[in-house]
């Protein structure tokens, strides 16, 4: 069965960098495209970033372009997101998710919370 | 603010039917046929439940529906049950601004 787990995340300060790492099993990882979705406690969710099967193609939401970075290790199944200058506002539950060559996003890890604070 | 709007609440009997919205743009929910729905157990995971306006994914029930008309998009649940009550995201490819969704809607079954 397909999983994504998920580690990374914890507190940072307003310009502090943070990883998040995504693993993956259960699924051919080095032919989908990996996003990443976050959700503000309490608030709905915001498309982060998408990056292609072989990491050649990424996009990024307006919001974090130029902050943070996604990418992937195929041989490892993993994928990652750098994310640098963080902002209170970046604060939330971040999710990968696997592309579902739909248009759509039909697995998800289980999610980590980053909160940035000072 | 979210790109796309939902109500906040919907609810309904169990046995009912209950339809959300989800209104966007020309740019997005009326621009491309690439609507997809997604349910949210508190704590948990989203789960897809709609993708491309109104395929369901294998082990997702006939009870759930979707459409499109202009640049709204509509999940339908028909036959509602208790394990139904989550919240619900609808979300739609915007092209080059890539992916948007709505603030999300709480079904409550009464």
């Known amino acids: 069965q397909v999983q994504l787990v998920q580690s990374g995340g914890g507190v940072v300060q307003p310009g502090g960098s943070l990883r998040l790492s995504c693993g993956a099993s259960g699924f051919t990882f080095n032919r989908y495209g990996m996003h990443w979705v976050r959700q503000a406690p309490g608030k709905g969710l915001e498309w982060v970033t998408l990056i292609g099967h072989d990491g050649s193609k990424t996009y990024y939401a307006d919001s974090v372009k130029g902050r943070f970075t996604v990418s992937r290790d195929n041989s490892k199944n993993t994928v990652y997101m750098q994310m640098n200058s963080l902002r209170v506002e970046d604060t939330a539950v971040y999710y990968c998710?696997?592309?579902?060559?739909?248009?759509?996003?039909?697995?998800w890890g289980q999610g980590t919370l980053v909160t940035v604070s000072s | 603010q979210s790109a796309l709007t939902q109500p906040p609440s919907a609810s309904g009997s169990p046995g009912q039917s209950v339809t959300i919205s989800c209104t966007g743009t020309?740019?997005?929910?009326?621009?491309?046929?690439?609507v997809s729905w997604y349910q949210q157990h508190p704590g948990k995971a989203p789960k897809l439940m709609i993708y491309e306006v109104t395929k369901r994914p294998s082990g997702v029930p006939d009870r759930f529906s979707g459409s499109k008309s202009g640049n709204t998009a509509s999940l339908t649940v028909s036959g509602l049950q208790a394990e139904d009550e989550a919240d619900y995201h609808c979300?739609?490819?915007?092209?080059?601004?890539?992916?948007?969704f709505g603030g999300g809607t709480r079904l409550t079954v009464l």
């Open positions: 020309s740019s997005d929910v009326g621009g491309y046929n690439y």
């Open positions: 979300s739609s490819y915007a092209g080059n601004t890539g992916w948007v």
């Open positions: 998710a696997k592309d579902d060559e739909h248009y759509a996003r039909d697995y």
